[in-house]
């Protein structure tokens, strides 16, 4: 009994758990790597909202521009966690282009049905 590697992938289920493992990754890690910027303009829009901080300010509160230089030094880590998550993003995407040849939103769409019209009785 000779097979291909790609269809005993699909027979055990193994590519649509790493695909929806890729994405989970790619997901919390470009969430990681964009939250400090995120948290700094969250925090100065609140601030603004308060009345607190204004545009035509020129004076940083101390808070503001210590979160900008903390975003600005963690540049480079920042960097690296988007790379990740890039990467991550092309892994599930060429898994699944190459085991069901459609794209990994589709997959996982599909392969969801799938699972539902399975009875196990």
């Given at each position: 009994?000779?097979?291909?590697l790609?269809?005993?992938?699909?027979d055990?289920?193994?590519?649509?758990v790493?695909?929806?493992?890729?994405?989970?990754?790619?997901l919390?890690t470009a969430f990681?790597?964009?939250?400090?910027?995120?948290?700094?303009?969250?925090?100065?829009?609140?601030?603004?909202?308060?009345g607190?901080?204004?545009?035509a300010?020129?004076n940083?509160?101390?808070?503001t521009?210590?979160?900008?230089?903390?975003a600005l030094d963690?540049?480079?880590?920042?960097l690296?966690?988007?790379?990740?998550?890039?990467?991550?993003?092309l892994?599930?995407w060429?898994?699944?282009?190459?085991?069901?040849?459609?794209?990994p939103?589709?997959?996982l769409?599909s392969?969801r049905?799938?699972?539902?019209?399975?009875?196990?009785?």
């Amino acid at each position: 009994m000779q097979g291909s590697l790609r269809k005993a992938l699909i027979d055990s289920h193994v590519a649509a758990v790493i695909i929806a493992v890729l994405l989970f990754s790619s997901l919390s890690t470009a969430f990681m790597a964009l939250w400090g910027f995120a948290d700094g303009v969250l925090y100065f829009l609140a601030a603004e909202a308060a009345g607190k901080a204004s545009f035509a300010d020129v004076n940083l509160e101390y808070a503001t521009s210590r979160m900008l230089s903390e975003a600005l030094d963690n540049l480079p880590v920042r960097l690296s966690l988007l790379v990740s998550a890039l990467a991550c993003m092309l892994a599930a995407w060429l898994l699944s282009r190459w085991t069901y040849g459609v794209g990994p939103l589709r997959t996982l769409g599909s392969y969801r049905d799938k699972l539902s019209r399975k009875t196990h009785a």
